[in-house]
């Protein structure tokens, strides 16, 4: 089928990637340098601090007409946190900072979703399913991306209601790429619950960190590098996702050195999306990373 919708390449962070911003640029001006790359960003230090309006208001001032942002939503939000074995709920107050975050950049018309992405200790169950169910009634005029991290929730008998549920308020069901191994791991099913966005955020197969705890974890678990013949495998799958909604993004959350930014102009490349070609931000190869299969 042809491909119907238009697809946005983007990185799950702008703050990390080693070696691709010029020697010497201040924190402060990498994401208008960014953004001369990739037309979308995931905002994903929302997930660990919520900014004040005012920061969301540098981003987008920050950045061109067109550019989107994709708001990771916080922690608590999610049921990240815990005390007693129990999840957290979120206060009052941590959800209207959180809402008004995002106004800036939904006034701006820059805002293009909220991703809620949810624990591995986060089931699939009844209580759970209503808690999903509930999220658009906080986003009323947000396009919301549910993203689930237990395989509970791609059992047989469990995955057809909750594609269902997503698709009766139009929330976008997130498709991950990442390793097939424990239960902390989701298969990557194509499945498109919302006509207005499909997303697919590709976490990479590092299986020996994937489950590493320690201050390091995120960046371990991501330590991955795509081969090109890989990423040409993924084009048919979002041009297929493409002839059913209108807009796809396929964002990279690989966030060690600069795995993210090259992968992602490689896959715009093969898309041929008119980014900037990957030989324009050479890839750093560690060490660490050179034992890994790809």
């Not at 059992?155 to 997130?174: G, I, K, Q």
């Amino acid at each position: 089928m042809a491909a119907t919708g238009r697809i946005l390449v983007g990185t799950c962070n702008w703050s990390d990637h080693r070696g691709f911003y010029p020697q010497g640029m201040p924190p402060a001006q990498r994401l208008e340098y960014y953004s001369r790359f990739f037309p979308l960003v995931e905002v994903d230090t929302a997930f660990y601090g919520i900014a004040r309006p005012e920061t969301a208001e540098r981003w987008v001032d920050a950045t061109p007409a067109a550019f989107r942002f994709n708001v990771k939503a916080y922690r608590s939000l999610t049921l990240h946190e815990r005390g007693a074995g129990r999840p957290r709920q979120p206060t009052g107050e941590e959800v209207r900072a959180f809402m008004d975050l995002l106004e800036p950049m939904r006034q701006a018309g820059k805002l293009r979703a909220v991703h809620y992405q949810f624990p591995p200790w986060f089931k699939a169950s009844a209580p759970n399913m209503d808690f999903v169910a509930r999220l658009a009634d906080r986003h009323p005029d947000d396009q919301v991306i549910v993203e689930f991290r237990h395989n509970s929730w791609a059992e047989p008998e469990r995955f057809d209601s909750v594609t269902e549920l997503l698709a009766e308020s139009a929330m976008t069901y997130c498709v991950v790429d990442e390793p097939q191994v424990g239960s902390a791991t989701m298969p990557p099913h194509l499945v498109v619950t919302s006509p207005r966005l499909a997303v697919v955020r590709f976490h990479g197969h590092n299986r020996k960190k994937w489950y590493v705890k320690d201050a390091k974890s995120s960046t371990e678990r991501f330590d991955y590098l795509y081969r090109e013949e890989t990423l040409a495998q993924w084009a048919p799958r979002l041009r297929d996702l493409a002839a059913e909604a209108e807009e796809v993004h396929a964002l990279f959350n690989n966030n060690r050195s600069n795995y993210a930014v090259v992968n992602g102009l490689q896959l715009a490349q093969v898309l041929d999306l008119g980014l900037p070609p990957p030989e324009s931000v050479p890839v750093l190869v560690e060490a660490e990373q050179e034992k890994l299969p790809l």
